[in-house]
C-alpha cells in the first residue's frame, strides 16, 4: 500500500468551454465536481492502475463532506481526520474545450489548528506500519506551520518507509534536513524556492541541503531527475495539447509505485514521463489515459545528464 497525504485538500470544479472570454459571460458547456488536491490526485492515479493506495487528509465542513464522499464513490482507499473549524476549499479550472488551455482558480482554504495537524499527523503514524511509500503532496493550508512536512518526512523515514514530496517555497525548504527520498517540483516552483532558473542547478542545490534525489518536471520537455548516483534527462517523443493540471501528480504516482517495488528512481523516468503524457490527454486531474501511457512508455528518450 501506498499512502498519501493531502493537507490541503480541494473538490475540484472543472468547467469546460469552447472559448473562455474575460469579462464577459460564459455559458459552461460541461462541469465536474470530484476530491482533488494533489495527494488525492496521486491516489486517484494509483487507484486506476490497480495499485494499494490510502489518502488522507483533513476535512472539514460541507465541502469537506463533498470531498470524502467523492472518494467513497470512487472507490479509493481513505482515512481523514475531521478538522472541526471552516470549510475544506475548492479549485475552479476552466479549460477552454479547443485550444485545452486551462485557468485555474484556487481558494486558500480553512486555517488548519494545532490540533487538526496533530491529528493528521497521528494519522500517518498510525497508517504508516502498513505502507510501503509515503506520498506527501500539495501546498499547506493556512495556520500550518512551515515545518509540517518536515514532521511528516520525519516519520516516514523513522519508519524506514521512502517518503516522496511534492510541494514548494519555504515548506520544501524546511523539509529537506529530514531527508526525503525524492522532492518532486516543477521547473518554475524550483527557480521560485531555490533562486535558481536552471533546473540542474536547483537540483543540485536541493541535493545539498538534504534531498536524496530531485525530480524536477519540465512540462513538454519531460523530465530531470538528479540523484546522488547521477542525473538523467526523459523526454517524450511527442508532445500533447490538453489540460496539464493533474500531469506532476501522475508523475508523482510512477515515482510511487517505483518506490514501493524498491526500484531505483531512474527505472522509473519512462514510466513517468507516460503517465504525464496520459493525464495532459484527459480533462480532469487524477484520469490518466491508458492508451496514452502505453504509447509514450516505450519511446521516452532517456539520457545521462552532466552532474
Known sequence: MILTVTPNPALDVTYRFPELHLGATNRVAGADRRAGGKGVN??????????????????AGPTGAAIRADLDRSGIRHACVDAAEGDSRRTVTAIETGTGRATC???????LSEDALGLLCDR????????????????????APADTYL??????????????????GE????????????????ADELARSTGCADPAEGARL????????????????????????????????????GNPTGAGDALAAAFARAAARGQP?????????????????R??????????????APRVEITPDAC
Do not use: Y
Request: with cysteine; charged share 20%; glycine share 8%.
Open 105 to 111: 482558480l484556487n481558494e486558500s482554504g480553512p486555517v
Open 283 to 296: 480533462p480532469l486531474a487524477g484520469d490518466v489515459c491508458p492508451g496514452t501511457a502505453a504509447e509514450f
Open 151 to 168: 514532521r511528516l518526512v520525519r516519520i516516514g523515514r523513522a519508519a524506514g518507509r521512502p517518503v516522496l514530496l511534492d510541494t514548494e
Open 124 to 143: 500517518v503514524e498510525e497508517l504508516i506500519p502498513a505502507a510501503r511509500a509515503l506520498v506527501l503532496s500539495g501546498s499547506l493550508p493556512r495556520g
Open 171 to 186: 515548506p520544501l525548504l524546511a523539509a529537506l534536513p529530514a531527508g526525503p527520498d525524492l522532492v518532486k517540483p516543477n
Open 206 to 241: 536541493l541535493l545539498e541541503r538534504g534531498a536524496r534525489a530531485a525530480a524536477v518536471s519540465l512540462g513538454a520537455a519531460g523530465l530531470l531527475l538528479r540523484t546522488r548516483a547521477g542525473a538523467w534527462r526523459a523526454r517524450p517523443h511527442r508532445t500533447l495539447t
Open 42 to 59: 496521486v491516489a486517484r492515479v494509483l487507484h486506476a492502475l490497480g495499485h494499494p493506495v490510502t489518502a488522507t487528509a483533513p476535512l
Open 265 to 281: 528512481w531512474h527505472e522509473a523516468l519512462a514510466e513517468a514521463v507516460a503517465l504525464a503524457a496520459a493525464a495532459v490527454a
